[in-house]
């Protein structure tokens, strides 16, 4: 990935826009009220909950930074639908070879990753064998278990 992109699909995008709003309205007037709170307490040099607010508020003004960077550095990536090469946001199937267990997954941006919801980053070890592979290709992947080898069986 070039330094000035973060590539991502549409729905990636919306979720990292999704996120900056909260943090920029709830979360910060969350925050605010909390620290306003513990200051109404008083001493300040032994106040814990004051700490912890500070630290709370610390840690969302750079998720906010952070985020503002992906957002504008966002470029949404549009499969080739005419190509048979599996490319971000495709839907993949790909079954272990002398098996007949097949395993479908999508392919996401880092961001985007969530296992729960079979969706697997360029970067894990599912996205990255199957990354640019063409229907009836065969993958090694590295798994916790051991190598594995899969064809890729189906690519939407």
Known sequence: MEKNKYITTKTGLNKLIQELEERKGDIRKQIADRIEKATAIGDLSEN???????????????????LED????????????????????????????????????????????????KKYSLS???GS????????????????AGKKVFTIVKIV
């Open 129 to 144: 064998a199957v990354f640019e592979k063409k229907l009836n290709d065969s993958v090694t992947v590295q798994l916790p």
């Open 48 to 66: 814990a909950a004051y700490t912890a607010a500070l630290e709370d508020q610390q840690m969302n003004e750079t998720k906010i930074l952070e």
């Open 70 to 117: 992906l957002v504008k550095k966002a470029q949404i990536k549009k499969g080739a639908r005419g190509d048979t090469k599996v490319d971000l946001g495709e839907i993949v199937t790909i079954k272990e070879k002398g098996g007949d267990k097949e395993i479908t997954f999508t392919i996401v941006s880092e961001q985007e990753a969530d296992p729960l919801e």
């Open 124 to 126: 894990s070890p599912l």
